[in-house]
């Protein structure tokens, strides 16, 4: 039985095959990309640079000597690589634990190839067991909450944290999420929503899933 860090390590080693030769990729954001960043630090001379998805993740991009590229002055990226909270057999996910949804979905939609690298025990029937995270506007906070409550959901606010956009993340408990890809558009429609934490529209294009016989299923 492998434990989910190996899991997580397992996935990570196996995104390497989906990076191009001296492309600029992607590179999203969590403990999972943590470990996908140690293996980046292996190939490094096969890599021309990155776009980043959250602070953290440039932070170790530049320690391990990867420039990192301003989103706004490269082109389309090849490939973005990034872990996931919950992902279902649609490839439908739920992102932000980490709080870099924002980012993330915009690397993700300039991106031609999303791979998701995650551990077995994200992969779920049904989206919503883990709190949906949503980026609001810090003015809207209880407006936005009032109209997710409408939604069905029970918003919590996250306590002691600004996102790198300087703004606050709704965690929204128990939404029934039966249609991912009109929740998604719903709930990014409400005024002072920046983003949330539902990448349905822009799903992953593979799932690479470390499971506990050590092997890593491709989906
Ligand atoms: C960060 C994210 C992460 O991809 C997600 O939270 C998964 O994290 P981990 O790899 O640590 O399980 O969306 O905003």
Not at 22 to 27: H, L, P, Q, T, Y
Not at 32 to 56: K, Q
Not at 165 to 186: C, F, K, Q, Y
Request: net charge negative; proline share 4%; hydrophobic share 45%.
């Amino acid at each position: 039985m492998k434990t989910q860090d190996q899991m997580k390590m397992a996935a990570a080693k196996k995104a390497v095959q989906y990076i191009p030769d001296n492309a600029i990729i992607g590179v999203g954001t969590g403990s999972t990309v943590n470990f996908l960043i140690d293996e980046l630090a292996t190939i490094r001379d096969r890599i021309d640079g990155a776009v980043s998805s959250s602070e953290a993740t440039t932070a170790r991009l530049k320690a391990i000597g990867i420039p990192v590229y301003e989103l706004n002055s490269v082109g389309d990226l090849e490939v973005y690589i990034d872990g996931a909270d919950e992902i279902n057999h649609h490839l439908h996910m739920i992102k932000g634990g980490g709080g870099a949804l924002t980012r993330e979905k915009i690397v993700a939609a300039a991106s031609r190839q999303l791979v998701c690298i995650a551990d077995e025990a994200k992969l779920v029937q049904k989206l919503g067991a883990f709190p949906l995270p949503v980026e609001v506007l810090p003015m809207a906070r209880s407006l936005v909450a009032r109209k997710l409550v409408k939604l069905g959901g029970h918003p919590e606010w996250r306590q002691d944290y600004v996102t790198d956009n300087g703004n606050i993340i709704l965690d929204v408990h128990g939404l029934n999420i039966m249609a991912p890809v009109e929740m998604e558009e719903t709930i990014n429609h409400i005024p002072g929503v920046i983003c949330c934490g539902l990448f349905a529209r822009r799903h992953a294009d593979v799932l690479l899933l470390g499971r506990a016989d050590g092997t890593v299923q491709v989906l």
